[in-house]
T-cell receptor, first 115, second 115 residues
Framework: DQQVKQNSPSLSVQEGRISILNCDYT??????FLWYKKYPAEGPTFLIS?????DKNEDGRFTVFLNKSAKHLSLHIVPSQPGDSAVYFC??????????????FGKGTKLSVKP | DAGVTQSPTHLIKTRGQQVTLRCSPK?????VSWYQQALGQGPQFIFQ???????QRGNFPDRFSGHQFPNYSSELNVNALLLGDSALYLC??????????????FGPGTRLTVL
């Protein structure tokens, strides 16, 4: 039973355009969400996070939106760059600050940004 | 400043054997979490070590055990290997078991193949 779902295995976007990666969750107890980027032969790298008390968090070209009623979050990358090509994982946790080790990950979306 | 390091990089074992994977946390970090990432899946939480004790555990059988040393490095042991144990094993470190999830750093992983 997948609690965090990334239904798009892959996404291809033109350089300079917007990339939108989606994530759905089923556990209403989740109160903190994160996005990670992973290049081949490297571990996941933290990108951006959002707590359930917010509906938007921005960091440079990256913005995460949270819709609690729909149990849906999305990551927007604007503008997309070829260096953004990687696998993106959505992760969730409950008990923010108390269970930081126990992250529940989605299966990932492979983003390809074409020059 | 060295990040999280893991050894070995790759490992091949046969069914029924035992394996030990090693992790050195990022300098200044005292908490280590282990994840298993099967092919095409997201990382799955195995357990977390803090102050040389297992603090949290995911849904993994007792064949998976670990240890944390006084210098905060950690080992993951898997007994009676099964074909399904083939995966990338990721180690993540942070400062404090209650730290914000954003501050968790992942190592590059150990690729275990069970034949």
């Amino acid at each position: 039973d997948q609690q965090v779902k990334q239904n798009s295995p892959s996404l291809s976007v033109q350089e300079g355009r917007i990339s939108i990666l989606n994530c759905d969750y089923t556990n209403s107890m989740f109160d903190y969400f994160l996005w990670y980027k992973k290049y081949p032969a490297e571990g996941p790298t933290f990108l951006i996070s959002i707590s359930s008390i917010k509906d938007k968090n921005e960091d440079g070209r990256f913005t995460v939106f949270l819709n609690k009623s729909a149990k849906h979050l999305s990551l927007h990358i604007v503008p997309s760059q070829p260096g953004d090509s990687a696998v993106y994982f959505c992760a969730a946790t409950r008990g923010y600050g108390g269970s930081q080790g126990n992250l529940i990950f989605g299966k990932g979306t492979k983003l390809s940004v074409k020059p | 400043d060295a990040g999280v390091t893991q050894s070995p990089t790759h490992l091949i074992k046969t069914r029924g054997q035992q394996v030990t994977l090693r992790c050195s946390p990022k300098s200044g970090h005292d908490t280590v979490s282990w994840y298993q990432q099967a092919l095409g899946q997201g990382p799955q939480f195995i357990f977390q070590y803090y102050e040389e004790e297992e603090r949290q555990r995911g849904n993994f059988p007792d064949r998976f055990s670990g240890h944390q040393f006084p210098n905060y490095s950690s080992e993951l042991n898997v007994n009676a290997l099964l074909l399904g144990d083939s995966a990338l094993y990721l180690c993540a470190s942070s400062l404090g078991a209650l730290a914000v999830p954003d501050t968790q750093y992942f190592g590059p992983g150990t690729r275990l193949t069970v034949l």
